[in-house]
């Protein structure tokens, strides 16, 4: 019997035999362990925090996710997640807010623990995408979580990152895409001249974003569909690599790419930042690609 005046749903998934009570558990300590990630390598899991990220995990169909928690009145209030949970067969229990808050700090009364996803790059290439992002030794968690968000909106086909990058599993990069991760193939721990190699074989355009590339963003917009010979097309299926955000792509990264392309400064700003940048170029060859109905 459920503990505590703990809601009681039987019917749809939810664990009444308990309530987890104490936030020094050992199944809260397992939880919370998580957040780091030798932690999730050992046991190949990573957790989900928040109502919209956890809704679209267990919605979607790119992860398992393996158990869902959530406080009485976060399962009150957000009933299509414990119904879509059990649609997959999650496993789901009541915890007191407390107990919730020692799983995450961030949980917001909902937290799901998930497998790994998997990281080949050959999950983002068998989509056949036109429009890819490859982020190479970016390592802040929270860019990184932006841009697969950014990805996601303007309908890129998947995201690599590359080694030396954050871990995609990283509890701010979870946050930060919003449930954008669980939308679309993410690769991790590539090597970026494997992605450019093996990108560009399944007909993609490489394209670098740097401060210092030949080629005008605005520019090449204008001419998105009919560029003459030595001109990058938009409208082509293209990968986009951006670099880290202190330093950017070094030479022998952009040498990789077949285009440097920058984005104009109009202002008095001396730089974007990588999410603002990625941003821009991403929309670009989106309106581009549906422009020409490629």
Not at 60 to 83: F, M, N, P, W
């Amino acid at each position: 019997m459920a503990q505590d005046g703990a809601v009681t749903r039987d019917d749809e998934g939810v664990d009444a035999s308990e309530v987890l009570t104490n936030p020094r558990s050992d199944r809260v300590k397992a939880v919370r362990a998580l957040a780091g990630r030798p932690v999730r390598e050992r046991h190949g899991r990573f957790v989900v925090e928040g109502p919209q990220s956890v809704r679209e995990a267990v919605s979607g169909s790119r992860t398992r996710v393996r158990d869902l928690y959530l406080t009485a009145a976060a399962a009150d209030r957000y009933d299509e997640i414990v119904t879509a949970a059990a649609a997959r067969g999650v496993r789901t229990t009541i915890g007191e807010a407390d107990v919730l808050a020692a799983m995450s700090p961030d949980a917001q009364g909902v937290i799901a623990v998930a497998d790994l996803l998997g990281g080949g790059l050959d999950r983002v290439i068998d989509e056949h995408p036109r429009l890819v992002t490859v982020l190479a030794r970016v390592r802040d968690p929270g860019n990184a979580g932006t841009v697969i968000r950014a990805s996601d909106a303007a309908g890129a086909g998947g995201v690599v990152l590359t080694a030396e990058s954050v871990d995609v599993h990283n509890p701010k990069v979870v946050r930060s895409t919003a449930g954008s991760l669980f939308h679309l193939p993410v690769a991790y721990d590539v090597a970026l001249s494997t992605a450019v190699r093996e990108l560009r074989g399944a007909g993609m355009t490489v394209l670098a974003a740097d401060g210092s590339g030949e080629h005008d963003i605005d520019d090449l917009l204008d001419v998105a569909g009919r560029a003459p010979d030595g001109v990058p097309d938009l409208a082509a299926p293209t990968a986009w690599v951006f670099g880290n955000e202190a330093w950017g792509l070094p030479e022998a990264d952009r040498a990789l790419a077949d285009a440097v392309v920058r984005v104009p400064l109009h202002g008095r700003a001396e730089s974007l930042n990588l999410a603002t940048a990625a941003t821009v170029c991403l929309y670009a060859s989106a309106r581009a690609q549906r422009a020409s109905g490629r």
